[in-house]
């Protein structure tokens, strides 16, 4: 139960809040606040501070949607804060991306803190990828002034281009700045935009840094960043990097899950970016190419920083094992072009989805013998690479340091690559026990130099299982939040995608908007998407009538070719007023739909799905949303069919259970575009008769907005 005194606490913080920013309080923000007090100030700790598992099994987990005006972000705060104070845990609150990260450190925190009265230290977390390596800037700088060119950091195909002289020069501006003090190594805080390739080289990862061994460690920013966030209350991360330590571990770079309490913000993309992290992919081109190289120049390594004892040792042992691995991949492309060997319209060959995720008997049996390779190479590198950790602690290594320093990062990067490829054929080698949820598996034909490579992958088909082992069994407690959780009205979609506790706390609160002055309109031109050429024509005859006006319109479509066939077959006085996704970058799409709002005309943006999420156009920037048709799924993603296939293959109905919930949960998110404040009214039309004429339309048009419907 929620004590009186944090109850007080609560209370007292979000009435200061409020009235510090002169705001009332939001129906459906009191019912959040309370929602998140009650889960987390209900858990039973056991003597040691931990949570009693037995006791507050699920019942520690708060899932809460909140309509867009809720007031979402300062909610979880007021609730959170205090209560992760008196626990004595970590507040981490993770967001999607890094921009939201960034609204939160900047914007939200700082007004609870000033307006709240509670008392408390923040800081932001970011992967090593977003910090310099010093190491390898040093590095860098001194090849370049040995040789006095540009000169190849790559030492494989795949890698990084060579380095160019402008390109030297944005390194020694950082080694200026961070020599002044002027930068801290942050690749966020650089006064101008990095191109990837030239921050690639300069930052690192965990297989590749050498950690507290680096002589430059007391002035790494990654690991200065790092020391921070153990001396700080509440933490703001991003799913990436949440799902990274994990993978890790838990507690490799955040605190372990077990010390944490996690507000997961926008946690709809969750189940996901946990596929991608869960997932396995290997290259076969690349990887024989990298097999290869790596044997011509394993001499160069071992001359430089041989030890005559087990360094060598193991270095004598890796020819044999990388020339057998690269006699497997090559015995492996037969086989898997064979599967690819059917063309698409353009001649390219297409992607093989093995069914069932069933693999051929002989590509497992290969499989195997590249498993059994890749388990040696791992095995010996991993035994070098803990040689060479000791040579740098050691002060009296024979080995220069210099030397060592340069080919720690490349043997950690072989390490990697071989840990890789050793996960993803084991998975190739096994068939999924009877009984557990099969493995998604196929191969993607990529280009590769203006030739073809082929790229092997497997997936869970859920994340459910691997979030349920790694995050909600093991953390202290966890909000889940977001505008869109929901699907048809249930929570049944996020329980099976993300595997939440069926004791959790589930809650829907509603938004403050007055969703009255909002219509919902089907017009009678609309004809049924299922036939794309009618569709399309439709949508071109209707689209001038429905844009009449001034102000701003949003027209949403699920395929690029039909978007792009509207604007080029609209009259030109049209085209002139369309601002299409892909012309210029998103952000500049936006600035101009703003100027020409401003100036009193009219703008219309065409976008595709990631213009139905995240967009934010209040006013008279947003008065219409036109959605083309009803946002089914392009049914060629291998782990959305590999799911269907396993519901059907269990007497399910996938497109019920799966297709028509996410359709469902994506329409909602494409209608929140239209209002996005108390104030703001308009029109979203849908362009799809499905949603009258089909059994399920029903469904998703009680689990829309309230808006008043207009259906011709």
Same mark, same amino acid.
């Given at each position: 139960?929620?004590?009186?005194?944090?109850?007080?606490?609560?209370?007292?913080?979000?009435?200061?809040?409020?009235?510090?920013?002169?705001?009332?309080?939001?129906?459906?923000?009191?019912?959040?606040?309370?929602?998140?007090?009650?889960?987390?100030?209900?858990?039973?700790?056991?003597?040691?501070?931990?949570?009693?598992?037995?006791?507050?099994?699920?019942?520690?987990?708060?899932?809460?949607?909140?309509?867009?005006?809720?007031?979402?972000?300062?909610?979880?705060?007021?609730?959170?804060?205090?209560?992760?104070?008196?626990?004595?845990?970590?507040?981490?609150?993770?967001?999607?991306?890094?921009?939201?990260?960034?609204?939160?450190?900047?914007?939200?925190?700082?007004?609870?803190a000033h307006h709240s009265g509670l008392n408390f230290e923040f800081t932001l977390a970011k992967g090593r990828g977003r910090y310099l390596c010093l190491s390898k800037l040093d590095q860098l700088l001194s090849s370049f002034s040995a040789s006095g060119t540009g000169l190849s950091l790559g030492l494989y195909d795949d890698e990084l281009p060579q380095v160019e002289e402008e390109s030297v020069a944005l390194y020694q501006k950082m080694t200026d700045g961070l020599a002044s003090g002027s930068w801290d190594g942050d690749c966020d805080n650089w006064p101008d935009s990095i191109k990837t390739e030239d921050w690639s080289r300069v930052t690192t990862d965990h297989r590749q840094c050498s950690g507290r061994r680096c002589p430059h460690v007391t002035n790494c920013s990654f690991f200065r960043a790092r020391e921070s966030l153990g001396k700080t209350q509440v933490i703001v991360a991003n799913h990436d990097l949440l799902l990274a330590d994990l993978a890790l571990g838990g507690g490799a770079i955040l605190p372990p899950p077990e010390e944490a309490i996690y507000v997961l913000d926008e946690a709809h993309h969750l189940p996901d970016k946990a596929l991608d992290h869960f997932s396995h992919h290997s290259r076969l081109g690349a990887s024989t190419g990298w097999l290869d190289q790596t044997n011509k120049v394993l001499g160069q390594m071992l001359g430089e920083i041989g030890d005559g004892a087990e360094l060598d040792r193991c270095g004598e042992q890796l020819p044999a094992a990388l020339a057998s691995a690269k006699q497997g991949m090559e015995l492996m492309w037969p086989l898997v072009e064979e599967l690819c060997v059917f063309e698409d319209m353009r001649g390219n060959p297409i992607r093989h989805r093995f069914k069932g995720g069933v693999v051929p008997d002989a590509m497992m049996q290969l499989a195997e013998k590249l498993r059994e390779d890749f388990d040696e190479l791992e095995s010996l590198l991993n035994k070098m690479l803990q040689v060479v950790q000791r040579m740098l602690e050691d002060l009296h290594s024979p080995v220069p340091v210099v030397d060592l320093e340069r080919w720690y990062p490349q043997l950690g990067s072989w390490h990697g690559r071989a840990e890789v490829n050793l996960l993803l054929w084991a998975n190739y080698?096994?068939?999924?026990?009877?009984?557990?949820?099969?493995?998604?598996?196929?191969?993607?034909?990529?280009?590769?130099?203006?030739?073809?490579?082929?790229?092997?992958?497997?997936?869970?088909?859920?994340?459910?299982?691997?979030?349920?082992?790694?995050?909600?069994?093991?953390?202290?407690?966890?909000?889940?939040?977001?505008?869109? %959780?929901? *699907? =048809?009205? $249930?929570?049944?979609?996020?329980? &099976?995608?993300?595997?939440?506790?069926?004791?959790?706390?589930?809650? !829907?609160?509603?938004?403050?908007?007055?969703?009255?002055?909002?219509?919902?309109?089907?017009?009678?031109?609309?004809?049924?998407?299922?036939?794309?050429?009618?569709?399309?024509?439709?949508?071109?005859?209707? %689209?001038? *009538? =429905?844009? $009449?006006?001034?102000?701003?319109? &949003?027209?949403?479509?699920?395929?690029?070719?039909?978007?792009?066939? !509207?604007?080029?077959?609209?009259?030109?006085?049209?085209?002139?007023?369309?601002?299409?996704?892909?012309?210029?970058?998103?952000?500049?799409?936006?600035?101009?739909?703003?100027?020409?709002?401003?100036?009193?005309?009219s703008s219309v943006l065409f976008g595709l799905a990631s213009f139905a999420e995240g967009l934010d156009l209040p006013g008279d920037y947003c008065r219409h949303v036109i959605i083309a048709k009803l946002p089914f799924a392009v049914p060629d993603d291998p782990i959305e069919a590999a799911l269907a296939e396993w519901i059907e293959a269990k007497g399910g109905n996938a497109f019920m259970q799966i297709t028509v919930p996410d359709a469902a949960l994506k329409l909602v998110q494409a209608c929140g575009r239209l209002l996005r404040a108390e104030g703001d009214s308009g029109t979203v039309t849908l362009l799809d008769r499905r949603i009258v004429t089909r059994r399920y339309g029903q469904a998703i048009l009680d689990s829309l907005p309230p808006f008043t419907r207009s259906i011709e």
């Open positions: 139960m929620l004590s009186d005194k944090h109850k007080s606490a609560i209370q007292e913080a979000y009435s200061q809040f409020l009235s510090g920013r002169g705001h009332k309080a939001r129906y459906g923000q009191k019912l959040m606040v309370a929602a998140i007090a009650r889960t987390l100030g209900g858990i039973i700790q056991t003597a040691s501070g931990e949570r009693d598992s037995e006791k507050t099994d699920g019942e520690h987990i708060c899932v809460v949607e909140a309509g867009t005006g809720t007031g979402k972000t300062v909610s979880y705060l007021l609730a959170a804060i205090p209560l992760a104070q008196a626990q004595e845990k970590t507040l981490v609150v993770s967001t999607a991306t890094v921009a939201l990260q960034e609204q939160i450190i900047y914007k939200d925190l700082p007004e609870v080698a096994r068939a999924d026990a009877d009984g557990t949820l099969p493995q998604a598996r196929w191969i993607s034909p990529v280009d590769w130099g203006g030739s073809t490579d082929f790229e092997v992958c497997s997936s869970p088909i859920l994340a459910a299982k691997a979030l349920e082992q790694s995050l909600w069994k093991r953390c202290y407690g966890a909000v889940l939040t977001s505008a869109t %959780l929901t *699907a =048809l009205g $249930k929570f049944d979609r996020l329980r &099976l995608r993300a595997g939440t506790p069926e004791k959790a706390s589930y809650q !829907v609160v509603p938004s403050p908007f007055d969703f009255s002055r909002a219509s919902l309109r089907v017009p009678a031109s609309a004809v049924d998407a299922g036939n794309a050429d009618q569709h399309t024509d439709a949508v071109i005859d209707g %689209l001038p *009538a =429905l844009l $009449k006006g001034s102000g701003g319109s &949003l027209v949403l479509f699920s395929s690029r070719r039909q978007m792009e066939t !509207v604007r080029e077959s609209l009259p030109g006085t049209w085209r002139n007023r369309i601002l299409m996704q892909g012309q210029k970058s998103r952000q500049q799409l936006l600035v101009t739909h703003r100027e020409i709002i401003d100036g009193g005309g």
